[in-house]
């Protein structure tokens, strides 16, 4: 159904990666890992990759520092969106949304089932829209960032993408608010 138009010209975006754990290390970061290599196959730029502990006001830190940023336009974090007492991403993220992008989580739970059967109703995966920078959580395991990337992510971040990408909405994102000074 995701249709890739090639006379249209793709648009590279800028993409910082997060993983939230309190656990891991860049050496044993593979869901970060695999994510970085997906984001560079596709022909995105990683402007930035961090591990931040499982605490809401690091991640709102990490995330607010990163949408004030005009160098990042995407930020993509993993891990923290399940439902133990130590799974705060998307609260984190609930702190620094201005809109909510429900579709998505609903899109990766739609096709995270497909794999994984009842067991996709644990994730919290959650998107939206924050000073014109697209935030997207996703899972923690190797296999849902896979599966967000593969499926979801790398067309709705392809520019050729038809019959409609969130690429093309990104000179839009900032309309009605105050300051404008980011992504312009």
């Avoid at 609260?91 to 989580?105: D, L, S, T």
Wanted: glycine residues 8%; negative net charge.
């Amino acid at each position: 159904m995701s249709k890739i138009d090639t006379n249209r010209p793709f648009l590279p975006v800028r993409i910082a990666v997060m993983t939230v754990s309190d656990s891991r290390t860049l050496e044993t970061d593979t869901s970060g890992a695999a994510l970085v290599a997906r984001v560079e196959a596709a022909g995105h730029t990683v402007a930035a990759r961090t591990i931040v502990s499982d605490d809401t006001d690091l991640i709102a830190a990490q995330l607010s520092a990163w949408i004030a940023d005009p160098l990042v336009d995407v930020v993509i974090t993993n891990g923290g969106t399940g439902v133990t007492g130590r799974d705060v991403t998307p609260e984190a993220f609930e702190r620094v949304m201005e809109k909510r992008i429900e579709g998505f989580g609903e899109l990766f739970r739609m096709l995270s089932y497909q794999k994984i059967g009842t067991s996709t109703i644990q994730s919290r995966a959650v998107a939206g829209v924050a000073g014109g920078t697209y935030l997207f959580a996703l899972p923690g395991s190797t296999g849902a960032v896979k599966d967000g990337w593969d499926d979801i992510l790398v067309f709705q971040l392809d520019s050729r993408h038809r019959p409609c990408n969130f690429v093309e909405l990104m000179p839009r994102l900032r309309e009605g608010l105050k300051e404008t000074s980011h992504h312009d």
